[in-house]
């Protein structure tokens, strides 16, 4: 079942109706409209809530983003660059999001630094294809890992807090 924190989350989110890929260069970009919009929705969403934790952007076609996220702990700012490719057969699989600088430092991490998120977050994506897009894999898929393994590497001395300027990893 979804906790009722997540169902909010999720309820905020605009849900996408075109089923396309970066390979269906029209439906792509109409996806790709909606995607951007979405995000625009769930980031104002998470401001108003004072929940603020990325930034991403992407390339002109859209199928590499980029940016940064954070997690607070104990009230230091843990920094983080992510990133992650759209598969050429999304939205039916969804983006494997990595964070480069935390590869190897986790067992729930593949290598080159991307997230796990078959248990949990892949069976729910399937069930919800064309519906859930990019926003819906930062909320359901990188919010909880971060919940979850960034306070257990902190706790192990894996990370710790930089001043401004210095990496986090």
Same mark, same amino acid.
């Given at each position: 079942?979804?906790?009722?924190?997540?169902?909010?989350?999720?309820?905020?989110?605009?849900?996408?109706?075109?089923?396309?890929?970066?390979?269906?260069?029209?439906?792509?970009?109409?996806?790709?409209?909606?995607?951007?919009?979405?995000?625009?929705?769930?980031?104002?969403?998470?401001?108003?809530?004072?929940?603020?934790?990325?930034?991403?952007?992407?390339?002109?076609?859209?199928?590499?983003?980029?940016?940064?996220?954070? %997690?607070?702990?104990?009230?230091?700012? %843990?920094?983080?660059?992510?990133?992650?490719?759209?598969?050429?057969? %999304?939205? &039916? &699989?969804?983006?494997?999001?990595?964070?480069?600088?935390?590869?190897?430092? &986790?067992?729930?991490?593949?290598?080159?630094?991307?997230?796990?998120?078959?248990?949990?977050?892949?069976?729910?994506?399937?069930?919800?294809?064309?519906?859930?897009?990019?926003?819906?894999?930062?909320?359901?898929?990188?919010?909880?890992?971060?919940?979850?393994?960034?306070?257990?590497?902190?706790?192990?001395?894996?990370?710790? %807090?930089?001043?401004?300027?210095?990496?986090?990893?």
């Amino acid at each position: 079942m979804v906790d009722e924190g997540t169902r909010r989350t999720l309820s905020g989110i605009p849900l996408l109706k075109t089923k396309a890929g970066p390979r269906e260069k029209e439906l792509w970009v109409q996806r790709l409209k909606e995607e951007y919009q979405t995000l625009i929705k769930y980031v104002q969403n998470n401001k108003a809530s004072d929940l603020d934790w990325f930034r991403l952007e992407s390339n002109k076609e859209g199928t590499k983003w980029f940016g940064k996220c954070w %997690y607070m702990h104990n009230l230091h700012k %843990y920094e983080f660059d992510v990133e992650f490719d759209i598969p050429v057969t %999304y939205p &039916t &699989t969804a983006p494997e999001i990595a964070l480069p600088e935390l590869d190897g430092k &986790t067992a729930k991490m593949y290598r080159g630094g991307k997230i796990c998120l078959t248990d949990h977050f892949k069976p729910l994506w399937a069930r919800n294809v064309p519906k859930f897009g990019i926003a819906h894999a930062m909320a359901l898929g990188l919010a909880p890992w971060l919940a979850v393994e960034i306070p257990d590497l902190i706790e192990k001395g894996v990370i710790s %807090y930089k001043e401004k300027g210095e990496t986090s990893g």
